[in-house]
């Protein structure tokens, strides 16, 4: 069946966080971004971000397409996906008509159905051979109190793959149970940790890895360090194997075409 829409003449735009200290933070999004760029599926493919530039407030200038398509490279329906996004791209919903522009606002990568099978993914590549029966997997996000979402989007995981291992548990930065309990919180001899992040930024390169117990403290970005090439970790009795964070998959450039198609069914590349 022949597509409603022309995605040839259309823009896409893939927001990403940021940061304004660490030079990883928006690496995935400018590399999946490429990577679509690569295939011509669109007329332009762009990236903005919170905290970089270019920012959204100045992406709309990038553009000359009529017809745009907005991905957020956030893990979850939150606080910067509700209000922050939608603000700074004055969105008046999943469709907005702006002067002359149609823009349509698809949801964050990380509500996607994919997620469980690039967890999974992260999982074979970190502790390849580990028996299952013999593993506690455990998925870490950041918890928050801006918006309850981020911590239902790693608990969603947890029961998507529960069953395939020994165990496995949600831990958080900002919430309980706490990343750093982990060997009370996992019985299992083996111990693998997900960072259930867009990117390999503060807290995966940084944050985590101290409270795991693998560093004592901040080390350099992650492009630089060791952190994630020491598997496994000896500690407390365990083998600890450490991943890198979930939105470094290349796959995610899939997820985030499969956004866009969710306004168009029909169409495939």
């Not at 349509?104 to 993914?121: A, D, I, N, Q």
């Not at 290349?250 to 069914?265: G, H, T």
Request: contains cysteine.
């Amino acid at each position: 069946m022949k597509p409603d829409i022309c995605l040839s003449n259309a823009a896409l735009i893939i927001v990403g966080h940021g940061s304004t200290v660490n030079p990883d933070s928006s690496l995935p999004t400018h590399v999946h971004a490429a990577t679509i760029r690569k295939r011509r599926i669109f007329r332009e493919t762009v990236c903005c971000f919170w905290k970089e530039e270019p920012s959204m407030r100045e992406v709309y200038h990038m553009l000359e397409s009529k017809e745009v398509y907005i991905v957020p490279n956030f893990i979850s329906e939150g606080y910067f996906t509700q209000t922050v996004i939608p603000r700074e791209l004055e969105l008046q919903g999943a469709l907005t008509r702006k002067e002359e522009r149609t823009i349509k606002y698809c949801p964050p990568v990380g509500s996607h159905p994919k997620m469980t099978e690039l967890l999974l993914r992260q999982v074979a590549k970190v502790a390849p051979g580990v028996p299952s029966e013999q593993t506690t997997l455990i998925i870490a996000g950041h918890g928050t109190d801006l918006n309850e979402n981020s911590a239902k989007a790693v608990k969603k995981q947890v029961a998507q793959i529960r069953g395939r291992y020994a165990e496995v548990i949600a831990a958080y930065m900002d919430d309980v149970p706490k990343i750093s309990d982990w060997a009370l919180l996992a019985t299992q001899p083996n111990v693998v940790i997900v960072p259930f992040f867009i990117s390999d930024g503060l807290h995966s390169y940084q944050d985590i890895p101290v409270m795991l117990g693998i560093t004592s403290e901040p080390s350099m970005a992650a492009s630089q360090t060791e952190v994630f090439r020491h598997n496994p970790y000896e500690l407390r009795g365990k083998k600890l194997f450490y991943a890198s964070a979930i939105g470094t998959e290349p796959a995610f450039a899939e997820v985030i075409l499969d956004q866009v198609y969710r306004w168009n069914p029909n169409w495939r590349v």
